[in-house]
């Protein structure tokens, strides 16, 4: 069974900084690409940074240069690096593992909170 487990959410305030992980078992990440995702109250869901197979990353406008996605596949894990936190970052973040074009697998979030 894979499972998708996040971990590292809470209440911050502005400026701060949280380190967000997704362990997956039950899957090996090696070879897939990955991307947390958030979702932010009354909104739909968003890209906010991917990382492929290789270690190439990618960002939206609003997150780059205040996040940092990486992955050790050693630990089958994947992390977000969230520095410089705006209540407008305030959501339910969630990792997930791209395995094909009609399959992937994701976690049930984490919720974080910015407070102004």
């Known amino acids: 069974q894979v499972q998708l487990v996040e971990s590292g959410g809470g209440l911050v305030q502005t400026g701060g900084s949280l380190k967000l992980s997704c362990a997956v078992s039950g899957f090996t990440i090696e070879g897939y690409a990955m991307a947390w995702y958030r979702q932010a109250p009354g909104k739909e869901r968003e890209l906010v940074a991917s990382?492929?197979?290789?270690?190439?990353?990618f960002y939206v406008d609003s997150t780059t240069g205040r996040f940092t996605i990486s992955r050790d596949n050693a630990k089958n894990t994947m992390y977000l690096v969230m520095s410089s936190l705006k209540p407008e970052d305030t959501a339910v973040y969630s990792c997930?593992?791209?395995?094909?074009?009609?399959?992937?697998?994701w976690g049930q979030g984490t919720r974080v909170t910015v407070s102004s």
């Open positions: 997930t593992v791209y395995v094909r074009s009609s399959l992937n697998y």
């Open positions: 990382i492929t197979s290789g270690g190439n990353t």
